[in-house]
């Protein structure tokens, strides 16, 4: 039973351009739900974080929002550049240790 | 370097063999997590320890599969008699506290287990 979902297993965007990398979730118990970012041979690192209490938060060139109702969440980044090329897994955690999705492989085009 | 270190980066063990992978926390880190990522898969939990206590092993196959985190030096995932699909990338996470509460995990670089 997945709890975290990233139905998008990759996604292709033009350099300069938004990025939208989306995920659900199922558990109403999650209260905490982050991104992060990983790169081939490399361990993930955090990339920006959300609480149930917000909908947004940004930092830099990278939003996440959140929607509660829907249990929905969405990690933005404008513009895109080539470096951001990476694998982005979505995460949540309430009262367990983080959930992780399958990830998202975003490939930046110049 | 302030960082997650764990070690060996790569590991390449025969079937039947034990794999012993070491990851000690950031500086000042008393929560440890263990992740294992399988290829083309996401990052599956399988436990959490504080100093000298596991917390939470739901993740943990029930066989062969062991984790400590002693009062002195590096946390230890021991892995016995391994087989062909242990192979996978093991990461470990480490917080200040807990992670289940709205805290974030910081990532080692991970450790690579071959079983041939």
């Known amino acids: 039973d997945q709890q975290v979902k990233q139905n998008s297993p990759s996604l292709s965007v033009q350099e300069g351009r938004i990025s939208i990398l989306n995920c659900d979730y199922t558990n109403s118990m999650f209260d905490y739900f982050l991104w992060y970012k990983k790169y081939p041979a490399e361990g993930p690192t955090f990339l920006i974080s959300?609480?149930?209490?917000?909908d947004k938060n940004e930092d830099g060139r990278f939003t996440v929002f959140l929607n509660k109702s829907a249990k929905h969440l969405s990690l933005h980044i404008v513009p895109s550049q080539p470096g951001d090329s990476a694998v982005y897994f979505c995460a949540a955690s309430g009262n367990t240790p983080l959930v992780f999705g399958k990830g998202t492989r975003l490939s930046v085009i110049a | 370097n302030a960082g997650v270190m764990q070690n060996p980066r790569h590991l390449v063990r025969r079937r039947g063999q034990e794999a012993r992978l070491r990851c000690s926390p950031m500086k000042g880190h008393s929560h440890v997590y263990w992740y294992r990522q399988l290829p083309e898969e996401g990052l599956k939990f399988m436990v959490y320890?504080?100093?000298?206590?596991?917390?939470?092993e739901s993740g943990m196959p029930k066989e062969r599969f062991s984790a400590e985190f002693p009062k002195e030096g590096p946390s230890i995932l021991r892995i016995q008699q391994v087989v062909r699909g242990d192979s996978a990338a093991y990461f470990c996470?480490?917080?200040?506290?807990?992670?289940?509460?709205?805290?974030?995990?910081?990532f080692g670089e991970g450790s690579w287990l071959t079983v041939v």
């Open positions: 959300i609480s149930s209490i917000k």
């Open positions: 996470a480490s917080s200040l506290t807990t992670g289940t509460l709205g805290n974030t995990i910081y």
């Open positions: 320890l504080q100093k000298e206590n596991i917390i939470d």
